[in-house]
Every structure is written in C-alpha cells, then in structure tokens.
C-alpha cells in the first residue's frame, strides 16, 4: 500500500512545528511536505529533531502562490491538507491587517481550490481513489467574539469576530465551510482556544512574561490584567487535530479546549512564582509586573465548549494550566539560558 502524503502548511510556526513531530511519531506509513513562507514567525530550528526524517520533507514557499501549490500538488499526488499557516499575531493585525486578509482568507483560498481541482471532477464527484482525500482546516475561538462573566462558546454560536486576524479567520472558516456545501468536498475545521507551550514565538504573551523576568525588565499586562483566555497546552490541541483529522465527521467544526480559563495577571503572578523557585533572585520576580494602556477592541473573554470533541471522538487533554505551564517554563528556562 503506497503511503499517505500530507502536506503541511505553515509547520514551522507554532502550532505545526509541535504537530508534526508527533504526526510523524504516531503514524510510520505517512509522508509530510511542510510548505511555510518562514516568516517572522516560522523557524526551522524548531523542527531540527525531524529535519532528516525520510518520511518529512520542507518547502519554502507561499499558500498564496497559485503555480507553486498546483505544482506541488501535481507532482506529490497527496492525500490531505493540514493547514495551518496564517498571519496569527492580533497585535500585528492592528498595525498591518493587509497580510492577514491576503494570508488568512486568500491563501486559504487558494489551498482548497487547488485541492479541489484536484481531487474532484465536479460538485459532489470525486476523481477515483480521491474520495477520503480530506481538508483540515485549523482555526480559532476568536472568529466566535467576546463572552461576558459566562457562558461558553460552542460549534453554533454565531460568528462575531473582532479584530482584523479573527475577521480573516472567520472569512477563511466560511470559504471552507462552502466548499462543503457547494462542491461536497472533504472538509474539516477544527477551532481551538489559546494554545502556549514549546516554540511559541517570542512576541506572544506567556514566552514575553518569561523572557522578561529573567531579563530583569518590566512585564507588560495590558489594561487591568483581567481578560481571560481559555488556555490549552499545545500537544493537547495536536491530539485533537489528529482525532478530528482521523475521526471527525466531514464538514463538521469542532472546539478544542481544555477548560482552563485565567486572567492574564494571574497568568503572570503564576509564571512569577514558579520562576521563584527554578531561579531565585532578591526579591520576586513579580515586582516586574507593570500595567500598560489595553489593546483597542480587545476581547473580554474567550472559553470553548469542548463536550462535542470529548463526547463523539473522546478527546481529553492531558494537562491543566498548572502542569502545562511548569513543562513550558522548564522549556523556555532552557532556551534563554
Ligand atoms: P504562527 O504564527 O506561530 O505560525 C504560522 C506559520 O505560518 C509560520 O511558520 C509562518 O511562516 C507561516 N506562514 C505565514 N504566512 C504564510 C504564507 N503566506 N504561506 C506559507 N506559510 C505562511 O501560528 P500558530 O500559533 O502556530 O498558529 C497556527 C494556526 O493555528 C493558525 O491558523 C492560527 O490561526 C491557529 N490557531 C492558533 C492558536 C494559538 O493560540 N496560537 C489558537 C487557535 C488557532
């Protein structure tokens, strides 16, 4: 039997690089061709464990680059799409939303109609041996807007996304959703909460508040430190994406969250007294913390209904925040140091 091909977008950011270690671990007989711009936010030395795995290959190039995807899809025949590449960073999208619009909705575009031309004859037609050939999409609970003190979004409440990345994100959820509807293809979305862990780039929350603690210089929490995310360690969404991937139902969307919702301070006193204790200095480090002017339009809260994902593919995360963040410290320690 010839082994699966997949390609990847986007696996040398984040999320991908922590996914395709542990994709090309739990599956022997399946191939990945990583496709990433390397932006700013994508490094290879992220993915050095697996750089010479003969089953993982890496491509440098743009989702948005029409001749190249028909080319690479042309001449590796694959069998799904796991796509993560984006412009994901909601600060940025506030002072350049024009990458997000072009990435975000554009690139992914431009994926599932390449997939498509080559996987189907017509609407609802699959060329032969094309008919399980799959498009995974990976998306965010952001697209669903901002909650008040409760309730919890699940995979029907409406899209209200705020800000110029999750109004990209919402707009790339509805073209996938429509190539479901209008075409039958094989489509899966997954959207996840906020995911923090190993190879998160710097200029995101958790890896800032470590980096600048040890580097002896103010933490920045915006506004009153109240907003609350929904905090999922990042291998416990990989094994979500591989369940849904595997599993879940096409055209379907489900949440992935692991019900550990925290304001940023305590995020940051947690992270402060666990630096405490693994690098001692006079003092704690969270006499650093510092109040800085809030985000514009920045979301309240965010907390993901997880009961679809846990109850028809039994999805469970491994961790909770507290055993999560103590790994992903121990991470960072080791990189900075
Ligand atoms: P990231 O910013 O760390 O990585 C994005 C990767 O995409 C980078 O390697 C970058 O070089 C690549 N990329 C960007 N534009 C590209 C283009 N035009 N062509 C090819 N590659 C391109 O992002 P992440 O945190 O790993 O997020 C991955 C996905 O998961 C995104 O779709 C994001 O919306 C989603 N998501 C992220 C979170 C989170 O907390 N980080 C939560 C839910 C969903």
Known sequence: MKDKVILVTGGAGFIGSNFIPYFLDSYKYTKIINLDKLTYAG???????????????????DICDRNLVEHLFKVHDFDAVIHFAAESHVDNSIKNPDAFIQTNIFGTFNLLDVAKNCWMVGANEFKKGCESKRFHHISTDEVYGTLGE???FTEDTPYAPNSPYSASKASSDFIVRSYFHTY???????NCSNNYGPKQHNEKLIPTIIRKAINGEQIPIYGDGKNIRDWLY?????????????????????????????????????????????????????????????????DFRYAIDASKIETELGWVADENFETGIQKTIDWYLNKYN
């Open 150 to 152: 409760v309730g919890l």
């Open 234 to 298: 990042v291998l416990d969404h990989c094994k979500g994406i591989d369940l849904v991937f595997q599993k879940g139902k096409s055209g379907d969307t489900y949440n992935i969250g692991g019900y550990n919702e925290r304001d940023n301070l305590y995020i940051a006193n947690k992270i402060c007294e666990l630096l405490d204790k693994a690098k001692p200095k006079q003092g704690s480090y969270k006499e650093q913390i510092a109040f800085v002017n809030d985000r514009p339009g920045h």
């Open 43 to 61: 490094d290879l030395s992220n993915l050095e464990e697996i750089s010479s795995h003969s089953n993982y290959s890496f491509i440098e190039g």
């Open 184 to 190: 039958g293809m094989n489509v899966v979305t997954t």
